[in-house]
């Protein structure tokens, strides 16, 4: 790809999108721009890529620029470089609780929010996307393009985007916390230690995802097939069937109420 990419924040998300795209060689080295409040954060990268002393530096040229930064920097930063942002450039934002209409009260062109999962380190990711109108679908293209170096990209609306992060970006939490208590409870009937518990369920994981997924499996499929009537698993699979919907009801409720206070949070750092 021949096109400029500003990158600003160097921090969990900055540190790995750069890595990414080097790893990839997606972009090429004087073609990744990096900035950073604290300088001394990026020098090292000196030798990698384009580093830059400021924030203006990073956009000027830049036909994308990744916002990395926490919602309470995302005002400061967008009044600093909005009269250095080209005008056919693409603004991506990494923050979901920012919402477009925040955003283009300060930047009027073309935006994109982006959110990678965890599992972008290891390229499994489902990075969600959406777009403001202004967006066309070459830009849609590149984008995708761009972030397909760590995994899936899919595009959603705008208001779907909290559902679709706690159903990829907080999930991986949630099932290891899930998976955490069943391994607990197995080491209290077992002399296996307990990295062993964790692999055999870790790869039973992924050979259930695998399986549903390559042979288009419900989960009821899987159920049916591995609890046979008066079976040993039809006992478990009954306990969780009658007792986990109202953890689940809670899971989402507790999250998407704490996502709401976020992105009012957000929205009154953005008008203060
Ligand atoms: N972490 C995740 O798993 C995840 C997943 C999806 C989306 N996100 C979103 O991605 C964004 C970044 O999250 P993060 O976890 O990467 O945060 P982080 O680790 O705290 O990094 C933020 C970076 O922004 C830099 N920064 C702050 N103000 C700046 C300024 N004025 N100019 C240039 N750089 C500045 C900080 O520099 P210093 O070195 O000076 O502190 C730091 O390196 C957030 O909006 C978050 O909601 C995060």
């Given amino acids: 790809m021949d096109r400029k990419i ?27 721009l990096v900035a950073n409040r604290t300088f001394e954060k990026i020098v090292h990268l000196k030798d990698k890529c384009t580093v830059c002393e400021s924030n203006r530096e990073a956009t000027k040229e830049a036909d994308i620029v990744f916002l990395c930064v926490r919602p309470v920097d995302m005002k400061d930063i967008l009044l600093e470089i909005k009269e250095h942002i080209k ?13 477009f209409e925040q955003i283009e009260q300060i930047c009027k062109g073309k935006i994109a929010k982006a959110i990678p999962s965890v599992t972008a380190e290891v390229n499994q990711s489902q990075t969600l996307v959406c777009y403001n109108e202004q967006v066309t679908d070459a830009d849609k293209e590149c984008l995708t393009g761009l972030l397909s170096c760590m ?3 899919i595009e959603l609306p705008e208001h779907e985007m909290g559902m679709g992060s706690e159903l990829v970006s907080c999930m991986p939490g949630f099932i290891a916390a899930i998976f955490q208590e069943l391994c607990e ?17 870790l790869h ?7 399986l ?5 499996y419900s989960f009821e499929d899987v ?13 478990g699979t009954k306990v ?3 007792q986990f919907p109202v953890v689940a009801d809670d899971v989402f409720e507790k999250t998407l109420e704490k996502r709401r206070q976020t992105t009012e949070k957000a929205r009154e750092s953005f008008e203060g």
């Fill in 6 to 32: 500003g990158i600003i924040g160097y921090g969990s998300m900055g540190r790995m999108l750069v890595e990414k795209f080097m790893d990839s060689q997606c972009v090429s080295a004087k073609d990744l």
């Fill in 87 to 99: 005008e056919d450039s693409l603004l991506v934002s990494l923050n979901g609780s920012i919402m």
């Fill in 151 to 153: 995994g899936m990209v």
């Fill in 185 to 201: 409870s197995a080491k209290k009937h077992t002399s296996l230690s307990e990295s062993q518990i964790a692999r055999m369920v």
């Fill in 204 to 210: 039973t994981m992924e050979g259930t995802g695998t």
């Fill in 212 to 216: 549903m997924l390559e042979k288009e």
């Fill in 223 to 235: 159920i049916s097939r591995v609890a046979t009537k008066g079976g040993i698993t039809e006992e």
């Fill in 240 to 242: 969780i069937q009658e």
